[in-house]
């Protein structure tokens, strides 16, 4: 059973251009977290999605990030006009839906680290 | 905003002692909490989770404490070893939505 899965797994970009980060959540889960990591420090909750939905969206700047996770497909986190403070590493974590009081265990990728130039 | 902070940043333990993490949380309505381990370059691994309904739980080599009078949580690792050296992270959570992360514990062991 696969994990999830987070590609590219290195993404460097120049001011100004876009990046998009792409996730696969594991099989049989259908909600998706995005989180952003800087260097030495914890990681922060960006967006939490199910298909087709934003759910909560608080922890994600208003303007240049947008996130989908569409029927078909993985989730994907972009950035349009990077500047050399996205520079961090983007975490994706999915999780299934099991009722629990409280939230479910969140499974992360990999990762992506992005680097601006 | 939230908070949930570690006590030390750095802890380092001899090979075969047991190691203790510490984790304080502010919201008082949190009711699930996780321990993850992240070694470098690599995303965060969930090692044990407890709901507030519970004040300890076990697992293989690790416990996880839970004191929801002083909001504070703890990963005890019994005979740690060095495939345990990596940083610790506690999480929290009273929505499911999101999970509020500490800054995170790095732990050394040393052979």
């Known amino acids: 059973n696969a994990g999830v899965m987070q590609n590219p797994r290195h993404l460097v970009r120049r001011r100004g251009q876009e990046a998009r980060l792409r996730c696969s959540p594991m099989k049989g889960h259908s909600h998706v977290y995005w989180y952003r990591q800087l260097p030495e420090e914890g990681l922060k909750f960006m967006v939490y999605l199910q298909k087709e939905n934003i759910i909560d969206e608080s922890g994600m700047p208003k303007e240049r990030f947008s996130a989908e996770f569409p029927k078909e497909g993985p989730s994907i986190l972009r950035i349009q006009q990077v500047v050399r403070g996205d520079s961090a590493a983007y975490f994706c974590?999915?999780?299934?839906?099991?009722?629990?009081?409280?939230?479910?265990?969140?499974?992360f990728g990999p990762g992506t680290r992005l680097t601006v130039l | 905003g939230e908070s949930v902070g570690l006590h030390l940043p750095t802890l380092s333990v001899q090979e075969g002692d047991n190691s203790i993490i510490n984790c304080a949380y502010s919201n008082s309505a949190s009711d699930y909490f996780i321990w993850y381990k992240q070694e470098s370059g690599k995303g965060p691994q969930f090692i044990i989770d407890?709901?507030?309904?519970?004040d300890k739980r076990q697992g293989q080599r690790v416990t996880v404490l839970l004191n929801k009078t002083v909001k504070h949580l703890s990963l005890q690792i019994a005979a740690t070893q060095p495939g345990d050296s990596a940083v610790y992270f506690c999480?929290?959570?009273?929505?499911?939505?999101?999970?509020?992360f500490g800054t995170g514990t790095s732990l050394t062991v040393i052979p």
């Open positions: 407890i709901r507030s309904n519970m």
């Open positions: 974590a999915s999780s299934p839906y099991t009722g629990g009081a409280g939230g479910d265990t969140q499974y």
């Open positions: 999480a929290e959570t009273n929505t499911g939505n999101q999970f509020y």
